[in-house]
């Protein structure tokens, strides 16, 4: 490539994507972070649990399954 390809190549380019006018944040980021990590963390419910116990009774019926769900993972 010769200097006239790449100056057209770099007039494409911006003229393709402008420049961003402001990459700043607009607001403060802390005082979010501060307000999530004071919210109470979420619940185990019984789904939950029913679940748990729905992996693990598979586990223990049918063992050739734990190598596989480990290669999967």
Known sequence: M???????IRR???AAMPAFEDSGLRTD??????RRMEE??????????ALV?????SFLSF???I??????L
């Not at 980021?29 to 501060?34: D, E, G, T, V």
């Not at 109470?40 to 649990?49: D, Q, V």
């Not at 190598?67 to 999967?72: A, G």
């Open 2 to 8: 010769n200097d006239e390809e790449l100056s057209f």
């Open 12 to 14: 494409q380019v911006k």
């Open 29 to 34: 980021l802390w005082p979010r972070m501060l």
């Open 40 to 49: 109470p963390s979420p619940i185990f419910g019984w789904f939950e649990s």
């Open 53 to 57: 116990a729905l992996i693990v009774m």
């Open 63 to 65: 063992p050739k399954l």
């Open 67 to 72: 190598p596989l769900m480990l290669y999967h």
